[in-house]
């Protein structure tokens, strides 16, 4: 009876070729944008 080798099937990892590490900090005008939506739905 003949058997095959066993062969691993190889996990690629879920973050492969993403940036990883922290994030740059929101520039004053993207915060000013998100305030402002934020108190428009609020109304």
């Known amino acids: 009876m003949d ?5 691993p099937q190889t996990k690629i990892p ?4 993403k940036i990883v ?3 740059p900090a929101l520039k004053l005008k993207e915060v000013w ?3 402002t939506r934020l108190q428009m739905e609020k109304k």
């Open 33 to 35: 944008a998100i305030r």
């Open 3 to 7: 058997t095959l080798p066993y062969e």
């Open 14 to 17: 879920w973050n492969k070729g």
């Open 21 to 23: 590490g922290q994030k």
